[in-house]
């Protein structure tokens, strides 16, 4: 007996401390400054054309809860939030439930946001899920309710939601969908479109139509149930035939999401940029898109890769003189996975780390002719461990051939020796005067690029031979400008020169071997395919491993990088490597279709000299020679004659660990 009274004196004890917090905070926030929530989500994105791609709540089309259909507010009421009009912010019961019913299935099967907490969430102007972030989200569920009425929060919310196709609230959507204020929408309009913003890209009437009429039957039945409507009324709703007013002046393009997400990461990033929609009147934020260009990769993608399939993509195309990123892709249907594969994953980039190599071997003395000999090799280190790479099918030559040749056929044998010849400080070093940040490791695997890098370091780093030896970060955003017209933010489009001009033209355009027909020997350049269908004259470099697959290309305007892959690492099958090379080609050739093919190209350094040659080798070219190429060099560093200078015979076969 005495251990109950204890337990209830306890009881007791800690319902008054939580009474007294919560009166406490409520007491606080009521004395603290109002949230301002009718901005919510007012917020519009531009492309590099100043256009329109994306747009928040417009407050000219805000209507008072008396403006909207009593069926609206019941549909949505009873959809997301039943118990609204009782809880004050928190439905602690459905938590409970939801957290039961998550925890039996293993999996998230139900959610228990009410209303003013996922308004509290759009307050926010991206959507990271962080322990700070879920903080603040439920500080200002409470602030909302202690400041507003629950016909002002719901007014608020039915207001500024996303109905799809940029129509953020429901007059908006209403005069979208159905050309008619919102207090016109009878029970059918009313259910279909309290369906969408649960997910606007999948719920939408104009994409899918049997998704939207199956989540208009929940609504319905959800209506039924609890006596709002009667079963006769419910069916006559679900087969009254609606008619869509709404269409898009642009085609709806389900990866242009990607850049949108990518755009309000780099925001929170801008410390003169506010943190949340109550701190602003609004933003206009001007990219770098290029909403041709996006819609074209999306097309690419779309006709490369089967539907059927769940191979992954990502693709990121920049401008490489200002780091502006025209498009950026993060998977093949955004409305499948919101996942960014172009910002957040690492992958294996096999051999696109060469360059990096190359780049390293002529600025440490190589030359365009430098030759070692391709040849199956194992190599022995100090402690003797060994290591014995192969190339791709085991081709080998055989015999001596020259950079253009090694990177014409992407040979591993050519790559590790240069590598272990320089040294492993030599690649890394110049990986990281590009931009590249991801963890390198200092082994004889790494110039064939079995470290994990993300895709849009990949393409910044490339924007550095590009743009002839000048670092530039990546960025998605120009401008942005609040609803009074402040600028609050400027990108500086910053260049560093960490690369020496003359090393990176010879480079540049040794990568052009990829898909030329002079290096056809013992083996095939790896984008020979390509020869007749490019218009224009590319750097290009491929990157190849059992799971993953890289194409990574550029010319003075653009750098287009494209990887294909499965998200949980299974092998490629041989016929998927085509995937990227063909999105690759497809896309870049779009962006320069309306540029001469002459001006894409670099003019030749004052110190840099042309030779003729014999490709495959290297030695200078004689009158018997069958091939001959334009090689490039430092004066001075020029073949001589033709003999063969063989950099195997500086080395005995035996490398330091």
Known sequence: MRFFRKLAKLSMIIFVVILLIYLGIYLYVKLSPKVVINTTNSVFLY??????????????????????????????????????????????????????????????KQGASTITQQYAKNLFLSFDKTWKRKWDEMWYTIKIEANYSKDEILEGYLNTINYGHGMYGIENASKYYFGKSASELDLAEATILTG?????????????????????????NTLVENGIISEKEKNKAYDEELVFLGKEDREELTTVMYYHDAVMDELETIDSIPKSYSDTSGLKIYTNLDWDLQKKVEENIKESIPEDSDIQTSVVLMDPNTGGVLALVGGKNY?????NRATDSLRQVG????????????????????????EETTFVFNNQEDYTPQNYNKTYGNKPISMGTAIAYSENIYAVKTHLFLGGDALINVARRVGI????????????????????????????????????????????????GKVLYEAKNKKDAVLNPSITFILNNLLTATYDPDYIDYNYPTAIGLSSKLTHKYAL?????????WDIGFNKNVVCAV????DDN?????????????????????????????DGWYEMPSNVSAVLVEPISGRLATDTDKKKKMMYFIKGTEPTSSEQEVFDEKVDGSYPS
């Open 47 to 108: 492309d590099k054309n100043e256009e329109v791609f994306f747009q928040g709540n417009d407050e000219k089309e805000w209507v008072s809860l008396d403006d909207i259909s009593p069926y609206v507010i019941d549909a949505t009421i009873y959809t997301e939030d039943k118990n609204f009009y009782k809880h004050h912010g928190f439905d602690y019961l459905r938590i409970l439930k939801a957290l039961y019913v998550n925890l039996t299935a293993g999996s998230t």
């Open 335 to 339: 409305n499948e996975s919101s996942y």
């Open 196 to 220: 969408i913003p649960k997910s606007p890209s999948n719920y939408s009437p104009l994409i899918n139509l049997d998704a939207a009429k199956e989540r208009q039957l929940l609504i319905l």
């Open 570 to 598: 299974q092998a490629l099958k041989t016929s998927e490597y085509k995937y990227a090379q063909n999105i690759w080609y497809q896309s870049i050739e779009y962006y320069e279709r309306n540029v001469d093919s002459n």
């Open 541 to 549: 470099k491929s990157g190849t491993t059992e799971t993953d697959n």
């Open 351 to 374: 051999s696109t780390m060469k360059p990096y190599l190359y780049y390293a071997a002529l600025e440490n003395g190589f030359t365009s002719s430098s030759s070692f000999t391709s």
């Open 437 to 484: 940040t991801s963890k390198l490791e200092n082994v004889p695997s790494l110039p064939l690029g079995t470290n994990e890098i993300n895709i849009l370091e990949m393409a910044a780093g490339y924007s550095a031979f590009a743009n002839l030896g000048y670092k530039v970060e990546p960025h998605f955003i120009e401008k942005v400008v609040d609803s009074d």
């Open 563 to 566: 990887w294909v892959g499965y």
